[in-house]
């Protein structure tokens, strides 16, 4: 399932993002090597999104209709700063720039993995 999203998103060269993204998302372990999501997978980071007041946010990623962009500093407030630092430290990139692209492709990444505006097991 993986790689078949990173196809969809033709990431190239920001397969590592992408990887540790989806890993994040799907609750395993890292694909760089780290530790078990502490987010709960996907359904975990929904849950986060909508504790933070961004329900409307993170629904129209999982309904159907266009996604609605999300902020870097959202993206910082809700998966926290912790993970964020994590997530760069294994990419080799600053905290800024890992919520930059998160704000960039998450959107896209969840509504892919929630077709038919269902969560994965729900």
Do not use: C
């Not at 980071?45 to 266009?66: E, M, N, R, T």
């Not at 994590?86 to 600053?94: D, Q, W």
């Not at 905290?95 to 969560?119: E, F, N, S």
């Amino acid at each position: 399932m993986l790689e078949k999203l990173l196809g969809l998103f033709g990431l190239g060269e920001r397969a590592g993002i992408a990887r540790l993204v989806m890993s994040y998302l799907m609750g395993g372990k890292s694909a760089a090597g780290g530790g078990e999501s502490p987010a709960g997978g996907l359904g975990g980071l929904v849950d986060k999104f909508k504790g933070a007041g961004l329900g409307g946010l993170v629904q129209s990623w999982i309904g159907a209709g266009p996604n609605q962009a999300v902020s870097s500093d959202q993206v910082k407030q809700v998966v926290g700063g912790d993970k964020l630092s994590e997530m760069a430290a294994k990419l080799g990139i600053p905290v800024d720039q890992v919520a930059g692209k998160l704000a960039k492709y998450l959107p896209g990444i969840i509504d892919k993995m929630t077709p038919g505006g269902k969560l994965p097991g729900a």
